[in-house]
């Protein structure tokens, strides 16, 4: 199975300012990393697919990059409705797995 | 707008079996994408139990419930349906129906508001 690792496992920051998530492969995916956002109480959402193609309906201050076995998942300008749980995902080969989450919250 | 609704959660003790449902109501094709079966366990993160393709043809599993659990659907219906046998203790968690994305293999663009199984004596 794929392992990803998501880092941090949390972090604290302050509305306007900007953070960056990394999750990290087990093997090469090539862009086959996806970014989900949960918010407490709510169902995880797509928010970017395939590396670093955005969601319709987000802004575009997040951002995602990243190929092969390193991804990377930027917030920037951080709004108060982004305060929540950020999971990554490998669609590269079954089991389809996820990274542990990363709690994004307010300082 | 795709809706996915979830149920047939409840507790049950260790051993027995349960059967999960989840109706889309959206008109969205149901019966054109693939669907997955995930669950959130208390605490814990995300973890994929199962997919079917879009005719039922193609099913895979996690090796956590392989044997245990089967999916199935019925297109003429738009349900997806989760058999659980021999259910374990750690097997508690909620369960999310979830719809592909576009025509994506693994991707998960729509998820329903989860049901919660209990699997407790």
């Known amino acids: 199975d794929i392992l990803l690792t998501q880092s941090p496992t949390s972090l604290s920051a302050s509305v306007g300012d900007g953070v960056t998530v990394t999750c990290r492969a087990s093997q090469t995916i090539d862009n086959s990393l996806h970014w989900y956002q949960r918010k407490p109480g709510r169902a995880p959402e797509l928010l970017i697919y395939?590396?670093?193609n955005l969601q319709r309906g987000f802004p575009s201050r997040f951002r995602g990059s990243g190929y092969g076995s390193d991804f990377t998942l930027t917030i920037s300008n951080l709004q108060p409705e982004d305060f929540a749980t950020y999971y990554c995902q490998q669609s590269y080969t079954s089991p389809f797995t996820f990274g542990g989450g990363t709690k994004v919250e307010i300082k | 707008q795709v809706q996915l609704v979830e149920s047939g959660g409840g507790v049950v003790q260790p051993g027995r079996s349960l059967r999960l449902s989840c109706v889309e109501s959206g008109g969205f094709q149901f019966g054109s994408y693939e669907m997955h079966w995930i669950r959130q366990a208390p605490g814990k993160g995300l973890e994929w139990m199962t997919r079917i393709s879009f005719d039922g043809a193609n099913r895979e599993y996690a090796d956590s419930v392989k044997g245990r659990f089967t999916v199935s659907r019925d297109n003429s219906k738009n349900t997806l349906y989760l058999e659980m046998n021999s259910l374990k203790i750690e097997d508690t968690a909620i369960y999310y129906c979830?719809?592909?994305?576009?025509?994506?293999?693994?991707?998960?663009?729509?998820w329903g508001q989860g049901t919660l199984v209990t699997v407790s004596s």
């Open positions: 395939s590396a670093n």
């Open positions: 979830v719809r592909q994305w576009r025509m994506v293999r693994g991707v998960f663009g729509y």
